[in-house]
Every structure is written in structure tokens, then in C-alpha cells.
């Protein structure tokens, strides 16, 4: 499995790049967010990369971070969504906008993606928004560490607040929540929303 691609940028496209490494040219599918990182053609770049073989093709897809190749990967997971929508899905904002907006239950931000209709829309948060509970709960801005709070139940009230939740729900979903970490309370919480 080809997990990186280290090399000079030789072709810099909308929707693909090719680096050269170890004399072999490397074309890879990219989404928008990482063709914004990817610079000039003549320079080094890193792309994190997932091999998809298939009975007539080898297409190999790059990310900037592993935060977005991760996305790419629980978007395949998901029925009728494919590399080139979950391409779509990533061009759509940052691994943790995305990640956000499932969690959030923000059907109308996927659907506004090519290719996407209501039922792919909901059917992304239904099938992801329990997996994606802890990402969101990791994030940075959401840690103890960043916050300074040791208290669980603190971090998953900022947790959920960034989520867009109102200080009421908050409330709700926290009481009926199970957990001892912040992720699992967030976690708990996302789910008491689908019931």
C-alpha cells in the first residue's frame, strides 16, 4: 500500500497533481482543500495517499493531512458515496468544518455538494455521526489541555456548544449522556439526538 508520496510537484491540475519521486511520476486525485496546499509546480511537497485497485485501474488519491485521508476513508464506508463524491465532500471545507457538520447533523452543507442528494446527505451523517463524535471531541480546540479544564463534563459542554448547540440542549443531551471522558459524553450525547 502506497501510504505516502514525497517528491517535486511536476503537474499542478483542478483536480489532480503529479510528483515525481524516485524518477516515477505519481498522478494523484486531490480535492480542492488540498490542492490549496499543494505549491507550484518545481517545488517539493508531502501528500498522504490511499491506493484503490481495481480491475482495470490503479487511482491513487492524496491529502494534505491524514485528518482528511481518515475522512475520505469513513466516506467510503458510507453506501453510494464513491472516491470521486467523496472528493466532492472533502473540496467542501476542512476535515474538522466536515467533521463538525456531521456531527451538527448539517444535511444542507452536503447536499449543496455535486452529486449529493437529500437521502446521500442524510444517509453521510446517519451512517458517520457516531463514528466522528470522538474526532470532534480531539480537536484541538475542544482538548483539556487547550481549554485548561480538567472537568469532563466542561469539555463536553464547550465540545457541543462549538457544535452549535444552545446552552438548553446542551443541558438535555448532557443529562441523558453516559461517559466519563469528554468523548464519551460527546458521543452519548450525538446519539441521544438520533432518538
Known sequence: M???????????????????????????????????????AGSETLLHAHLIVRDD????????????????LLLLGVQAVGPKVALAVLSGGTPRDLLRAIAGGDAPRFQAVPGIGKRTAERIIVELREKVGAHVAELPSLAAGEAGIDDPVAIARDGLTALG????????LLAAADGTTAEQLIASALRGTRT
Open 2 to 40: 502506497i501510504g505516502l508520496v514525497k517528491g517535486e510537484v511536476a503537474v499542478r491540475r483542478p483536480d489532480h497533481v503529479v510528483i515525481l519521486a524516485g524518477g516515477v511520476g505519481y498522478r494523484l486525485a486531490v480535492s480542492a482543500e488540498t490542492l490549496r496546499h499543494v505549491p507550484a
Open 57 to 72: 485501474a490503479l487511482n491513487l488519491y492524496g491529502f494534505a493531512t491524514e485528518e482528511e485521508r481518515d475522512l475520505f
Open 165 to 172: 448547540y444552545n446552552p438548553i440542549e446542551i443541558d438535555s
